[in-house]
């Protein structure tokens, strides 16, 4: 395991942030990359231990609804073991870990085992709430003071519960916890003085593509939340600074908010791709349509790597090939130097910058990124008794390989690896189909969309899905979707993944959900 800044035998109660990934600390990003045990509760997000190693131990150790005593004495004496074995021990928390977390009860109990921990911070709910809801905690013309404060109560605890005064007067009130038992809770806070008129939001799964806001006045907030069903978890924010969200709301305001986007690259490339749709907003589901997998035999790539030097050129049609090129070329204890000479070409930017990734110069890039585009950018270059490497997938299309060869090149094609279908998201996808949430299908080759449509052959999932518009990164995998029932409705202009995030932007900003359906 990698060394770092962490010590062993110690236990971190790490927030892991209000569910957004990106909103852990960099240092509990750091631990959990480099724990042995992470152990984690129901709120912490599930992309988060994506970050744990592979070889961490990993443990969920959740309650949802507050229901305590005996599973909390589990988790105390999890970590407490595991701890004394010498492992790094990451307990991951919803939040910060201290905030309505048992974070407290949690560092006591390692305490009293003679246990060392840290605690490790993270964006509580509250702020992640305010941030993303365009709602400021505090201002200087409406609140100078925030309260947080939870609605669920100690059920052993026989006292009359907060100070129900104090908080009718902070400035800004945050409440955890209270969405079941809004109706009472709203009431005693007018009782004990809050004005009716006091602006009120709920806010639900904060941070994450999920989330939904109920606005309203304390007096109407719980009818509002109940006509919209709003379930745990969700927090209560009430007081002036409330209204500024008419202004501040930035999110929902990002032009793919409201919509589900399906991504079905395979799973190791999709992250840049589904990234920049969450960016602006839009829910992901991945569903991965295709796994790679090593090629069959190395045999003919092991054979092409040991005469490097004879090839005159190296092309690349995918940044996979690049990245499982290079693997095995360093597996067979050979590198770059082997390919001094040879003038390296690649199918379009994010393949390039693969191969510059690894200090290479890329000599051609074709204006247009696919295959036909390699046979342009070659133009009336002589290649007769060229030689050519072109390290690519087991099965792919063959019009630059027979193109090349129709201009005289010698071209060994050797399989660097090859698809496989996956069913991986198919349930979720499934799930948002029935729903009729599911706004787009994106595809960036053939081999995905006919993984994809075989999927989901038969029935009424099929029928659903072929309502649903597509997005297609070029003309080929365009033609594919076509061939396969589905309605390209996105084709962006150069065939790269920021292009066509682009194009969904500008294609779904103006229609209102659903217009892209067809009828
Ligand atoms: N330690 C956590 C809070 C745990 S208590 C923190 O610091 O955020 C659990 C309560 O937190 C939920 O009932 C809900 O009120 C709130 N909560 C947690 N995550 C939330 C989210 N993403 N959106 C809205 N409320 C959330």
Redesign the pocket.
Known sequence: MTPGRRRAGTVYLV?AG??DPGLITARGRDLLSRADVVITDA?ASRDLLRLAHPAAERIHAGKRGGRAGADQEAVNRLMIERARRGHCVVRL?????T???R?GEEAEALRRGRVPFEIVP?V???L??AARAGIPLTHRRYASTVTFA?G?LDPARRDAGPDWEALARSGTLVL????KRLAGIVRRLLAAGMKGETPAAL??????PEQEVVEGTIRDIAARSRAARIE????LIAGKVVRLRRWLDWYGRLPLRGRTIAVTRPRDQAAPFAEALLDQGARVLLAPAIDLLPPRSWAPLDRAIARLGRYNALIFTSANGVSRFFARLHEKGADVRDLKGVEVIAIGPATAAAVEARGLRVGTVPEEFRAEGIVKALGRRDLRGARVLVPRAAVARDVLIRALRNRGAEVDVVPVYRTVASREGAAEIRAALRAGRLDLVTFTSSSTVASFAAMFRAGREARLLKRVPVAAIGPITAATARREGFRVAVMPRSYTVDDLAGAIVRRLRNSPSGTLRAK
């Open positions: 927030g209000p569910g709120l928390k919803g939040g910060d870990p905030l309505f977390g974070g993270g509580t709910a509250a992640g709430a939870t669920h955890y916890m209270g969405v806010v639900r799964w904060a941070t994450l745990p978890p969700a927090l």
